[in-house]
């Protein structure tokens, strides 16, 4: 029997079910494998197919590629109705959009980039959410306490249920006030997800009358917003930017980068090349391909990967605010 050892490539036909990240073993044997962990989607764009006619062909074609990619994400936009693909950057989606017109023989509109940005809040804050008063009861008495706080680097938001775990509620029902306050934590007020933020539930009043799971998931959406109000914290996608450029052309390619919000972190030469290592706002990186080739006459070359998250210039917090984003 044929086999394949450790750094083989194997090609296996057939295989229906299985995406990017699968485990594949003898059945007599069996084996799980530590899972893959990929970085989050920083760009997105919105994708249509020319002829309304290929509407269902392009969301089975985004099916395929998102089964195989898993950093490739596709969605539909609750407010517009459109469909977004989401990427590592705009060579991801051009890619992805070639692929769709040259394997699949689909041809498709693509709308203008966006960042996914992300939201926080800029403070600790302790919060009393409460559900909204119903006509037969004079004080409704469903009460969620919250504490917010602010953490780098946490990742998406948490929820520690100590409070409920502390509370005479029955045990369906601490799952459910749970819940509310993970749902209601899902996006912020601008609508982009919600990062590094820890909430604390201390506390839980009910009655056990009229405290329904409806009124919990209220009382948890309330004690959210008030924890949000004036206290919102954009945060911008920053790629790590590695840029190899022949001496003579350093200092221009060095300037621009600097012009980009971009912090040089280290330079050093390689021969006759210089390489740049800086963290850069992706929002400012989508021309930079063909602005790197002018500079240089294309001789220079760069790698994006993504970063982290860090808080966005005031500018560009102010024009969300406005309904116009300012990158």
């Not at 989050?40 to 395929?64: G, H, I, R, Y």
């Not at 063909?290 to 860090?310: E, I, K, N, V, W």
Request: proline fraction near 6%; glycine fraction near 6%.
């Amino acid at each position: 029997m044929p086999e394949g050892p450790a750094g083989d490539i194997v090609c296996v036909i057939g295989l229906r079910d299985s995406v990017t990240g699968d485990s594949l073993c003898e059945t007599q044997h069996p084996i799980l494998l530590e899972p893959i962990h990929f970085a989050d989607a920083v760009v997105s764009q919105s994708v249509e197919p020319e002829s309304s006619a290929d509407k269902d062909k392009l969301a089975a074609t985004l099916t395929l590629l998102q089964r195989e990619d898993p950093t490739f994400q596709v969605r539909t936009d609750k407010d517009t109705g459109q469909t977004l693909m989401s990427g590592m950057g705009m060579l991801h989606l051009e890619v992805k959009r070639h692929r769709m017109e040259r394997d699949f023989r689909l041809k498709v509109r693509v709308g203008k980039p966006r960042v996914s940005y992300r939201e926080t809040i800029k403070a600790e804050r302790r919060v009393v959410g409460e559900a909204a008063k119903l006509p037969a009861l004079a004080d409704p008495y469903t009460k969620v306490h919250l504490t917010l706080t602010p953490e780098r680097g946490l990742g998406p938001a948490t929820v520690d249920p100590a409070g409920v775990k502390a509370s005479d509620l029955p045990v369906a029902m601490q799952a459910a006030v749970e819940q509310a306050v993970k749902s209601a934590l899902l996006t912020g007020q601008l609508g982009f997800q919600l990062i590094d933020l820890a909430a604390t539930i201390d506390k839980v009043e009910y009655d056990a009358q009229s405290s329904t799971e409806a009124a919990f998931v209220a009382a948890a959406t309330d004690a959210v917003n008030k924890a949000f109000q004036d206290n919102v914290r954009i945060l911008e996608p920053i790629m790590k930017l590695e840029v190899s450029v022949p001496e003579e052309f350093y200092g221009p390619v060095a300037s621009d980068l600097q012009a980009r919000r971009a912090e040089i972190e280290s330079t050093y030469t390689r021969g006759r090349w210089w390489v740049i290592d800086a963290r850069v706002p992706l929002a400012k990186m989508f021309d930079y391909a063909d602005r790197l080739r002018s500079l240089s006459q294309g001789r220079a070359s760069s790698t994006m990967a993504p970063h982290s998250y860090a808080p966005a210039p005031d500018d560009v917090q102010r024009g969300f605010y406005f309904g116009e984003e300012i990158d």
